[in-house]
């Protein structure tokens, strides 16, 4: 049979327990423990002579705050939460764009409609995503916009979209394509301007001549287009292998002056970088009014 | 005669972490290690450097959630708490190591770090670490700047021009009320600029912001002297650029000063290395591993057993990238003064919480520049932005870029798959706020109206707070990150319901503002759209 502790040892009249035991221990190591150390950081943390409760007796937290108790603050807390959590919005359609970086922005939208039972989705119209170059950053829209097509399909409605162009405006329009091409408009987004590419700064830093082409000018755009559509294509996301353009001149008057030059160069940059495209003139609605209207018609990329 | 200006720039920020609905909470942690290992360590180097007379400037910004949290009653007795339970783990390591000398030596520091840490706290500033930081300024040393309301990521918050007038005015007036000063310069959260902000910060007071260097080096004119001297924008506040090469050395993770192989190891603490049965009333729920900020090794190198921290040997090797960091300097401004129109100015900002928490002898490496940078013979002297404007007037005029200083260096790391959904609802919420109070002009509230009107405000400044999608992003503590922007949006529907409703129950209203006591003296009548969207 073992001995326990209490059959050799006498018992004080005081009794401890395990944890109390435990705390003198630790409250006198704490005071009256000698403080020297051969440690370098001796002059850097000085003894402290600090008033030290132990810790049990130290700052006790009132049991009730302004009134309430913890788990009354929860209690309200969670039921705030459970009640309240945010949701998508189902008003009025909007769509709106944030910019990312000088080629991405981010665009999230709502149709304003009770959301489509998936047995419906394939019999709606896909919905797509006009994005228009806005180089002049004029609230109008003029002829000169450039604009390019993605599917408005993330089941989130929420993309983040490839830009070909940096330092310069876009705005978006949410809608369905008709076989014309036109938009019928769902809603406008607000505009937003991308930052310089770095590389394409130092670029015209050490070109001078190249930056005092005005960035509205067509050939300035031709210019960048090089170089970002085989960018454009290594990312891969919206432009995959294999896409063909139809350029759609919205005022056929355009390409017979000043323009000429202008799609000359951008077909035949399409071509040289194996893309098949194709240039259709039409003479679609001018949209000059301050907002983008239904069937918005520009040059499609 | 000094060649060129060096201005230190320390960004102390943590979001609101205050959670008094529970007992305990484990975020509110993440305060109590700043203030243990990083901004009392500071203190006490602000302290020595002053009795020592060694003539210096260092800027400082203080984010208005911390400024709210270090004078928050029920947080400073906490961490109190807190400071007396590391003791006591301190105490029971010195115990558990006695057998182990080399242990034992590190545990009895870390005994007299945290006790050194509760004098300078209870007894030589009486719980107010602001007041500390505030005499410093008062003796001319520090330069105190501040930041957005809740660290609101400004350019992903302007779609709506309220929201980002209000995070730059209240943090201003937050500062303010707690430091009796105003700021000159601001810290834009992540260093996150778009061209137009500097319209709010000229009408909030501000003379100065800071932005990555890729943002003055693409502004609308190219820079005369690169990132070496600020721009003004139009209306002639001052853009200043993080210097990439002071900053490589400091941040990088393979080049940059704090990995190197002598200073102490961040990831092995006790927390994770002890039993649980020892180590458990040290950690979260008394069985989840965390740091306890006690750690016993030292970086020791790449597929190395780790080995013993020697504080002795870190110290030295703190004072040799002090000095190798100062001659950095110099070589920089010797190259930089002769192709120059005016003295070249090296910025070099950096998050305050890497000194002593990240990087535990960061505070010590500091105190090392800041003293070799006095000796007059370095031709360098330390400024603030403020100093430098004063004393190098007619900066150049352009407009910087848009810009951040997070990965890839624009708003990528705010806005992408992990945390894209959040902008809806903000946006949402703004516009609803903005609206609402749009239509009260001319109307008269009772207090209770005002009250959760106001409140409505706190809820929104802090689900706009960067560190939520930021948190999301790195992958962390996500669930927590998911669960504060959600119960924030919640609160502010739940307010918005009932004042639409008219019908506000004053206890519910109660309860949110105790959770959520962050600025009490907001207006929410500021919160009306001034411009048409």
Redesign the interface.
Same mark, same amino acid.
Not at chain 2, 20 to 23: D, G, I, L, N
């Given at each position: 049979m073992l001995m326990t502790l209490e059959d050799v040892e006498p018992r004080s009249p005081i009794e401890l327990t395990r944890d109390e035991m435990l705390t003198i221990?630790?409250e006198i190591?704490?005071k009256f423990?000698p403080?020297k150390?051969?440690?370098?950081?001796a002059d850097?943390?000085?003894?402290?002579?600090?008033?030290?409760?132990s810790?049990a007796a130290?700052?006790a937290?009132p049991p009730q705050?302004?009134?309430?108790s913890?788990l009354?603050?929860?209690t309200?807390?969670q039921d705030?939460?459970r009640?309240?959590? *945010?949701k998508?919005?189902n008003g009025a359609p909007e769509l709106?764009l944030? *910019?990312?970086?000088?080629h991405?922005l981010?665009a @999230?939208w709502?149709t304003g409609a009770a959301p489509i039972a998936p047995d419906q989705k394939n019999v709606q119209p896909p919905l797509t995503l006009r994005i228009y170059w806005r180089p002049d950053a004029a609230e109008e829209i003029t002829r000169s916009n450039i604009w390019f097509d993605i599917p408005a399909d993330s089941p989130?409605n929420?993309k983040?979209v490839r830009l070909p162009i940096d330092d310069t405006s876009y705005s978006a329009a949410l809608g369905k394509v008709n076989p014309d091409h036109s938009l019928d408009v769902l809603a406008l987004s607000?505009r937003v301007?991308? /930052? #310089?590419a770095?590389d394409r700064?130092r670029l015209a830093?050490e070109h001078p001549a190249q930056q005092t082409a005005a960035a509205k000018e067509p050939a300035f755009a031709v210019h960048q287009l090089q170089g970002i559509l085989a960018a454009t294509q290594q990312e891969g996301a919206y432009f995959p292998e294999g896409w063909s353009i139809k350029l759609h001149p919205s005022d056929p008057a355009s390409l017979a002056r000043e323009s000429e030059k202008f799609y000359g160069e951008l077909m035949s940059i399409f071509q040289n970088n194996r893309i098949d495209a194709e240039l259709v003139p039409e003479a679609a609605a001018l949209v000059e009014q301050n907002t983008l209207s239904r069937h918005a018609s520009g040059l499609g990329l | 005669m000094e060649k060129g200006f060096l201005s230190i720039v320390l960004h102390a920020h943590l979001p609101f972490v205050r959670h008094?609905?529970? *007992?305990s909470f484990f975020e509110e942690n993440w305060l109590f290690e700043a203030m243990t290992e990083c901004y009392i360590p500071l203190i006490?180097m602000l302290d020595r450097l002053e009795a020592d007379q060694i003539d210096y400037r260092l800027t400082l910004s203080l984010s208005p959630p911390l400024i709210s949290m270090l004078r928050d009653e029920?947080l400073q007795?906490?961490y109190?708490?807190h400071l007396? !339970?590391l003791?006591?783990l301190a105490?029971?390591e010195?115990?558990r190591t006695r057998k182990a000398p080399e242990f034992n030596?590190l545990a009895?520091?870390y !005994?007299?770090?945290y006790?050194?840490a509760?004098?300078?706290y209870?007894?030589q500033y009486h719980g107010d670490l602001l007041g500390a930081f505030n005499k410093h300024q008062a003796l001319g040393k520090l330069e105190l700047i501040t930041t957005a309301a809740t660290h609101g990521f400004l350019?992903?918050l302007s779609?709506s021009e309220a929201a980002v007038r209000n995070q730059i005015n209240i943090g201003v007036d937050t500062f303010r009320t707690h430091l009796g000063i105003a700021p000159r310069g601001f810290w834009l959260p992540e260093c996150a600029y778009? /061209?137009g902000l500097e319209t709010y910060l000229k009408d909030a007071g501000i003379a100065y912001f800071f932005v990555d260097g890729?943002s003055l080096?693409?502004a609308s004119q190219?820079p005369v002297n690169g990132v070496y001297a600020p721009l003004a924008c139009d209306n002639g506040v001052a853009a200043f650029a993080r210097d990439p090469e002071s900053s490589e050395q400091v941040w990088s993770s393979q080049q940059g000063y704090p990995g190197d192989f002598d200073y102490r190891e961040y990831y092995r603490d006790i927390g994770f290395d002890l039993d649980l049965d020892y180590i458990g009333p040290y950690i979260l729920d008394g069985h989840i591993r965390a740091n306890t900020g006690i750690k016993y090794y030292r970086v020791t190198g790449e597929n190395q057993p780790k080995q013993l921290y020697n504080?002795?040997a870190a !110290?030295a090797k703190a004072e040799l990238h002090a000095r190798d960091f100062i001659q950095k300097r110099q070589q920089q401004i010797d190259a930089l003064a002769g192709q120059m129109d005016r003295p070249p100015h090296v910025v070099a900002p950096y998050d305050a919480e890497l000194f002593g928490h990240w990087w535990f002898e960061g505070p010590?490496w500091l105190e090392q520049v800041l003293r070799i940078a006095s000796e007059k013979s370095n031709g360098i002297r330390t400024v603030s932005c403020g100093d430098y404007l004063a004393q190098v007037p007619s900066p150049q005029v352009a407009t910087p870029?848009?810009?951040t200083w997070g990965a890839?260096?624009?708003?990528?790391y705010w806005?992408?798959?992990t945390n894209?959904?959040i @902008?809806?609802?903000l946006?949402?919420a703004a516009r609803q706020l903005e609206d609402f109070v749009s239509e009260l002009k001319g109307v008269s509230l009772n207090a209770l109206q005002e009250r959760a009107f106001n409140q409505a405000v706190r809820s929104l400044l802090l689900a706009q707070s960067s560190d939520w999608p930021f948190i999301m992003k790195s992958g962390t503590t996500t669930e927590y990150a998911n669960k504060r922007i959600?119960?924030h949006?919640?609160?502010f529907? @739940?307010l918005y319901?009932s004042l639409r409703k008219g019908n506000i129950d004053e206890?519910?209203l #109660?309860?949110?503002?105790?959770?959520d006591n962050i600025f009490p003296d907001i207006d929410f009548r500021h919160y009306r759209a001034l411009k048409p969207s």
């Open positions: 221990s630790a190591s704490l423990s403080d150390t051969s440690l370098a950081a850097y943390w000085p003894p402290a002579n600090v008033n030290i409760p810790p130290a700052l937290e705050i302004g009134g309430f913890h009354e603050l929860q309200i807390g705030i939460s009640r309240f959590a *945010p998508a919005a709106l944030l *910019p990312v970086d000088p991405h981010y @999230y709502n989130t929420r983040k607000n301007h991308v /930052p #310089t770095p700064k830093l | 008094p609905e529970h *007992p006490g029920l007795s906490r109190l708490k007396h !339970r003791i006591e105490e029971k010195i115990v030596k009895r520091l !005994r007299r770090f006790r050194h509760l004098a300078v209870q007894n350019p992903l779609v778009y /061209p890729h080096l693409n190219p504080p002795k !110290r010590y870029s848009a810009s890839q260096g624009y708003s990528s806005i992408n798959e894209d959904w @902008y809806p609802f946006h949402q959600t119960d949006l919640a609160r529907n @739940y319901d206890r519910y #109660t309860a949110l503002e105790i959770m």
